[in-house]
């Protein structure tokens, strides 16, 4: 699904705010697909096509766009596209699990259980699409998407703490950091136990520019791939949790 369930509205009891937000996130999404159709880039199609979705249909994000917390990822993989959710596979589940921990004090009963922690939280990545096999979409094919996600964070989400979930994911705020900055916060030994302030820009239908800070909070990416950290990674995510505020 495009819009998460959390996000949805039915029957009289939505308001005229609510309202008007699906339909902006509605045109958001219309024009995230518009563009993909524009000029082609690379899309795992077998996997869109083994589920029976377009593979030019945009998983946007998950959750609740008034939460306070987002976690930012990669791009989507096999179990994403088939929810139409992010961070819902193998390691998105880590990170759904360590949330709900942190918020109930016990592990989740069972899937419908885990699932309510969207509505606390905001999910996304820096493209809303799957690439072909594992590997991470190219520079160009993140900035021809960065226009819409940054909409997404700064003209409709309400929150200002972002986790990002690998290198990939964190690299891709470098353009709102000041000159070196981000980089430079990366090779340091703390950059999973600090934080860094950064400044989203976004320009609306009407060519108005926004800006919003936001504190950015890296953790490596929950892989089992990742043996350097996955082990580990629970325990790191608890940490960071304990810092802010959902």
Not at 83 to 90: K, V
Not at 118 to 145: H, I, M, Q, W
Request: aromatic share 10%.
């Amino acid at each position: 699904m495009s819009l998460s369930e959390e996000e949805s509205c039915y029957g009289t009891n939505c308001s005229l705010f609510d309202l008007s937000l699906m339909s902006e996130i509605a045109t958001l999404i219309d024009q995230i697909r518009q563009e993909a159709e524009r000029e082609g880039f690379p899309v795992d199609v077998p996997i869109y096509e083994a589920v029976q979705k377009n593979p030019l249909e945009p998983v946007l994000y998950g959750g609740n766009l008034n939460s306070q917390l987002c976690f930012f990822g990669r791009d989507l993989g096999r179990d994403e596209v088939a929810a139409g959710q992010p961070l819902i596979g193998a390691a998105g589940t880590l990170v759904r699990n360590g949330f709900y921990s942190a918020l109930h004090g016990k592990k989740a009963k069972n899937k419908q259980e885990l699932q309510t922690v969207c509505d606390r939280l905001l999910l996304t990545n820096t493209v809303p699409y799957k690439p072909p096999g594992n590997k991470a979409y190219s520079p160009e094919v993140k900035e021809r998407f960065r226009p819409f996600v940054e909409r997404l964070l700064v003209l409709h989400w309400q929150g200002t703490q972002i986790i990002t979930l690998g290198t990939e994911a964190f690299k891709w705020f470098i353009p709102y950091g000041k000159t070196g900055a981000v980089n430079k916060f990366f090779i340091g030994g703390d950059r999973f136990s600090a934080s860094l302030k950064v400044t989203l820009r976004a320009t609306d239908d009407q060519g108005i520019n926004h800006e919003k800070e936001v504190s950015l909070m890296p953790l490596p990416h929950p892989s089992p791939l990742n043996q350097k950290y996955y082990s580990q990674f629970p325990q790191m995510l608890q940490q960071r949790l304990d810092e802010v505020e959902f």
